[in-house]
């Protein structure tokens, strides 16, 4: 059984930074984020393979969000530039123990393990 602890979250200003921490114990393959805003369905953000080799991101991400992963201490972080308003949502880690391709990457559905979630608030 795979456990995620989520760290990290906090309020910003817009146009501010936050990094994100997801710690796994146990051993998975493909790692990411997921969010959720009041009112909306959980939406993905980002993803990551176990070597690192492969990552993932939501358009809306791009060029602002960077995925990390360092397999030796089994830890996945997210740092988040730029933020906007937009960007405020309940952040939760997502882990798979199994490889994804396609579709199945970017679907919450698809992933078996979930942390608690982390709260990222932007303000203007």
């Known amino acids: 059984q795979v456990q995620l602890v989520e760290s990290g979250g906090g309020l910003v200003q817009a146009g501010g930074s936050l990094r994100l921490s997801c710690a796994a114990s146990?051993?998975?393959?493909?790692m990411g984020w997921f969010r959720q805003a009041p009112g909306k369905e959980r939406e993905f953000v980002v993803a990551?393979?176990?070597?690192?080799?492969?990552?993932y991101y939501a358009d809306s991400v791009k060029g602002r969000f960077t995925i990390s992963r360092n397999s030796a201490e089994n830890t996945m972080y997210l740092q988040m530039n730029s933020l906007n308003l937009e960007d405020t949502a309940n952040y939760y880690c997502?882990?798979?123990?199994?490889?994804?391709?396609?579709?199945?990457?970017?679907?919450?559905?698809?992933?078996?393990?979930w942390g608690q979630g982390t709260q990222v608030t932007v303000s203007s």
């Open positions: 146990g051993r998975t393959y493909i």
């Open positions: 997502a882990a798979r123990d199994a490889y994804c391709s396609g579709y199945d990457c970017y679907s919450a559905p698809k992933y078996g393990f």
């Open positions: 990551i393979t176990r070597t690192s080799t492969r990552t």
